[in-house]
């Protein structure tokens, strides 16, 4: 009879195995929010690169959904989106995309709007949408700060250059030979203050210089330094002309020789700028060849996209670490667990148990007497019950209120079954492992009823091996099989509670 009861055992762990295995399939195929759990909106925007289904959307700086499709109507991208039900979400709510870091992880944030608004209808439109510019901006500021330049210099040339450069520079001399000895001084003033601006815009240009030849830097580097130029240029401009329409007495040579050293300058400076935009344009440096070579930048919008899928998954995984007690009564004793819960989404999770158990593991040994003593035979079975850790290792997918898991469970396969009541404050736990055992006659069916008492604190109560009759150790009298009431409790810690927690902890 024994030897029917073992294959019935096996068939019956693959037959349900497999049941439990092709539901958590269809349930983790599903994922995302349901249709009971968020709420359904849309919105259009002008630009929506960087943005894909999954994308995040938070509330400061906390995920409350997430974006379900994007599609093209017309010129414009219809982003549909979930958002949970249990955030208020009206008529007036604002939708801003917005950067994470400067390898284009892009997210929404979502301000849900004035509590004086209607709310926000199942299938509704979200009409404020915040756009954010990429690198289109940064081109087009480049082309604003290229024209200002072609200004400064057409303004140059037009005061100093040809006829009428000639006729201001011999007003300048009978202006200067006039001078009163208060304007000598002014005049003198507005010079070191030229010199200081020239050294100021040649230190830039050699610093531009600088970061070309090392094939280094960035297009917002090469912006920011020509802002700088074009600031520093407009003052020498304005300090020119200020010079032009006043008069006075002083050295007529050193003023006329300060105003060409100046045009020397401002020559060489624009003649850096004109080396770094054509190696730019030629391809050549690390900028040049991002800029020009396609292949390149399809790798490297290839890679950002690849690290900020990785970045998204990782800056949203959620962990839980808790402790737990419970007594048994049968067994006279305490069985402890340490639990780590890692929750990439919010209806997915793996769960990481190490488990003290007072009933412990047993081993089968066969020992050889040679020769045997009267009576006994040959070769003798002895088990062995003794003290060790287990540890479990479960995966769990959640469908509304339901959530199932399979894995380890306490060093032996096993699967398991969730219930959850009023928002996640009661929770029915099912679990069902140790199939092939010798030691209990059926599986090891356990029930438990976990309530949320407190913030962060629970407390539980059940009954475990249900349906095996009590079986106790000859020796040590410890119940190895057999039904066991127990009841205790536990505290678990959240992300944002050890952050808050680990700072406080004394360093060696």
């Given at each position: 009879m024994k030897k029917l009861v073992t294959p019935f055992r096996v068939g019956l762990l693959v037959l349900v195995t497999g049941g439990f295995l092709f539901g958590f399939i269809l349930f983790t195929r599903k994922g995302g929010l349901g249709e009971d759990e968020a709420l359904q909106a849309y919105a259009y925007f002008r630009d929506a690169s960087g943005l894909g289904p999954k994308s995040r959307i938070q509330i400061a700086g906390l995920p409350v959904g997430e974006v379900e499709s994007i599609k093209l109507e017309g010129t414009r991208a219809k982003v549909t989106v979930r958002i949970r039900r249990d955030v208020a979400v009206f008529q007036n709510a604002t939708l801003a995309k917005r950067s994470e870091s400067l390898l284009g992880d892009y997210l929404l944030d979502l301000n849900p709007g004035s509590e004086l608004a209607p709310p926000l209808e199942e299938g509704g439109e979200i009409r404020k949408v915040v756009d954010v510019q990429g690198m289109e901006a940064v081109f087009a500021s480049l082309s604003q700060i290229t024209s200002d330049i072609q200004q400064v210099t057409g303004?140059?040339?037009d005061v100093l250059g040809g006829d009428k450069g000639i006729g201001s520079l011999e007003r300048i001399v009978d202006n200067l030979v006039r001078l009163s000895d208060s304007v000598d001084m002014t005049v003198r003033a507005s010079s070191?203050?030229?010199?200081?601006?020239?050294?100021?815009v040649e230190g830039v240009s050699a610093d531009v210089r600088g970061?070309?030849?090392?094939?280094?830097?960035?297009?917002?580097?090469?912006?920011?330094?020509?802002?700088?130029?074009?600031?520093?240029?407009?003052?020498?401009?304005?300090?020119?002309q200020k010079i032009v329409g006043s008069g006075g007495e002083?050295?007529?040579?050193?003023?006329?020789?300060?105003?060409?050293?100046?045009?020397?300058?401002?020559?060489?400076?624009?003649?850096?700028?004109?080396?770094?935009?054509?190696?730019?344009?030629?391809?050549?440096?690390?900028?040049?060849?991002?800029?020009?070579?396609?292949?390149?930048?399809?790798?490297?919008?290839?890679?950002?996209?690849?690290?900020?899928?990785?970045?998204?998954?990782?800056?949203?995984?959620?962990?839980?670490?808790?402790?737990?007690?419970?007594?048994?009564?049968?067994?006279?004793?305490?069985?402890?667990?340490?639990t780590l819960r890692l929750a990439p989404k919010p209806d997915k999770y793996y769960l990481l148990e190490l488990v003290d158990d007072p009933r412990g593991t047993t081993e089968v040994q066969y020992v050889q007497s040679n020769p045997p003593s009267s009576g006994d035979p040959v070769i003798q079975?002895?088990?062995?019950?003794?003290?060790?850790?287990?540890?479990s290792a479960q995966f769990a997918k959640r469908y509304y209120f339901t959530t199932l898991r399979f894995g380890i469970i306490e060093s032996t396969g096993g699967i398991g079954v969730d219930f959850h009541f009023f928002k996640d404050h009661l929770t029915l736990k099912?679990?069902?492992?140790?199939?092939?055992?010798?030691?209990?006659?059926?599986?090891?069916?356990?029930?438990?009823?976990?309530?949320?008492?407190?913030?962060?604190?629970?407390?539980?109560a059940?009954?475990?091996?249900?349906?095996?009759?009590?079986?106790?150790?000859?020796?040590?009298?410890r119940m190895i099989a057999g039904r066991d009431f127990f009841?205790?409790?536990?505290?678990?810690?959240?992300?944002?509670?050890?952050?808050?927690?680990?700072?406080?902890?004394?360093?060696?």
């Open positions: 303004a140059l040339r070191e203050r030229l010199d200081a601006i020239l050294r100021n970061i070309t030849a090392a094939n280094e830097g960035s297009v917002r580097h090469i912006v920011q330094n020509i802002e700088y130029i074009t600031r520093d240029t407009r003052e020498v401009l304005a300090t020119v002083g050295d007529l040579k050193e003023s006329v020789a300060s105003v060409k050293q100046t045009m020397n300058r401002l020559d060489r400076t624009l003649a850096n700028l004109e080396e770094v935009t054509t190696k730019v344009k030629n391809g050549e440096g690390a900028v040049g060849a991002l800029l020009t070579d396609r292949r390149l930048g399809q790798k490297l919008s290839e890679s950002v996209e690849d690290l900020s899928d990785f970045s998204s998954k990782l800056t949203g995984l959620q962990t839980e670490v808790g402790l737990q007690a419970t007594y048994l009564l049968e067994q006279g004793a305490s069985k402890n667990m340490l079975k002895q088990t062995i019950t003794k003290d060790a850790f287990k540890f099912l679990d069902a492992f140790n199939f092939s055992v010798d030691e209990l006659r059926f599986p090891r069916l356990r029930a438990s009823l976990r309530a949320q008492a407190f913030d962060r604190i629970f407390v539980t059940g009954i475990d091996d249900i349906i095996n009759d009590p079986k106790r150790d000859l020796n040590t009298r009841f205790g409790g536990g505290i678990y810690f959240t992300d944002d509670d050890l952050k808050a927690i680990l700072p406080a902890v004394p360093k060696p």
